[in-house]
């Protein structure tokens, strides 16, 4: 239900390194959904107010932008959108966490895009939750923050006083996702349509590239990634693996999984299907070709494992994401 005796303040933080044109975007987007529905629903007063958050020197944090300059309030929303800088290698100021925690305490929902999740995680407040992020970032994320669980497949996590959204482009989901919170599905969809965006996504797995660990410094596993990237898929089996390694089998099962952080098998299945999905973007050849050429005897099996780890079907990505 919309409540119009105060307007729900989305504030995007202006910290170090951010992605203008995220922040200008996400702008854009709640002014929209704000205009749509006051029209539909006959309303002369602001439903939406949008301030861009900077922090000061002594941490105070004024509004350098506001839709309704001079009005008092506090912001509903905090959000974190993506930002430039080396997220997983720099930390963010101790007196900005902390006024993260403090507008958490007083009431304000707190969400991030991409490498804003460092900073909220950097609160201490997705201790214990599933979180998303970038791909690319979910390792060092997870690294950095071992008491966060990283969902990386996934674009968007609601867990209600905090939110996080995935990939650079994700600020359109949690944008859309946060007018359905506040004006409804009927405001969202509107919304989505008339900036002709998709509703809110629910993965980004098909848009990652399985890119395995060779930094990891164990010779005999790295051996057989290597070779497994030179002679190909076929015909392979773990004791095969385990016999490239010169390892007996079980050792062989445990230093691969602490080197890759997969298990062999997984590893395996995804090092084909990323074969598989650079065929399909390339070549028209007919899929079952496709599984043949990767290694997969049973058609079949090949489209059920494909869909598994990337969402789609083969044929569903060969159109999504082949060039001819």
Not at 8 to 34: N, Q
Not at 118 to 133: C, E, I, K, P, Y
Not at 154 to 182: F, P, S
């Amino acid at each position: 239900m919309i409540k119009l005796n105060r307007p729900h303040e989305i504030g995007l933080l202006l910290y170090p390194g951010v992605l203008m044109s995220a922040v200008m975007g996400l702008t854009d987007l709640l002014f929209y959904a704000d205009m749509i529905t006051r029209e539909r629903l006959g309303i002369t007063e602001p439903i939406i107010r949008v301030s861009h958050l900077s922090p000061g020197e002594t941490m105070e944090v004024s509004r350098v932008y506001d839709t309704m300059p001079g009005e008092p309030g506090s912001p509903s929303f905090i959000i974190m959108v993506p930002c430039l800088r080396r997220v997983g290698v720099e930390g963010f100021d101790g007196a900005l966490v902390d006024w993260l925690r403090d507008q958490h305490a007083a009431g304000a929902k707190l969400g991030s895009v991409c490498g804003g999740a460092f900073l909220l995680a950097q609160t201490g407040l997705l201790n214990g939750r599933s979180v998303t992020t970038h791909y690319s970032l979910a390792e060092e994320l997870g690294s950095r923050f071992p008491d966060v669980a990283i969902e990386p497949d996934r674009i968007l996590i609601d867990n209600g006083d905090v939110m996080t959204a995935g990939g650079l482009m994700a600020w359109t989901d949690l944008g859309l996702h946060i007018v359905e919170r506040t004006l409804g599905p009927v405001a969202m969809a509107e919304t989505a349509r008339f900036l002709v965006l998709d509703p809110p996504r629910a993965e980004q797995r098909l848009y990652s590239v399985f890119s395995p660990k060779l930094e990891h410094g164990d010779e005999a596993i790295l051996k057989v990634q290597n070779r497994l990237t030179k002679d190909g898929s076929r015909g392979v089996s773990v004791a095969a693996m385990a016999s490239w390694s010169g390892l007996e089998e079980r050792t062989f099962m445990r230093r691969f999984k602490k080197a890759t952080g997969f298990r062999p098998n997984d590893y395996f299945q995804r090092f084909r299907i990323g074969m598989a999905r650079e065929l399909l973007s390339n070549n028209r050849q007919p899929i079952e070709k496709v599984a043949w050429t990767v290694g997969y005897e049973d058609g079949a099996s090949f489209r059920k494992i494909f869909l598994r780890l990337t969402g789609l079907n083969p044929s569903e990505y060969r159109k999504r994401f082949g060039v001819g």
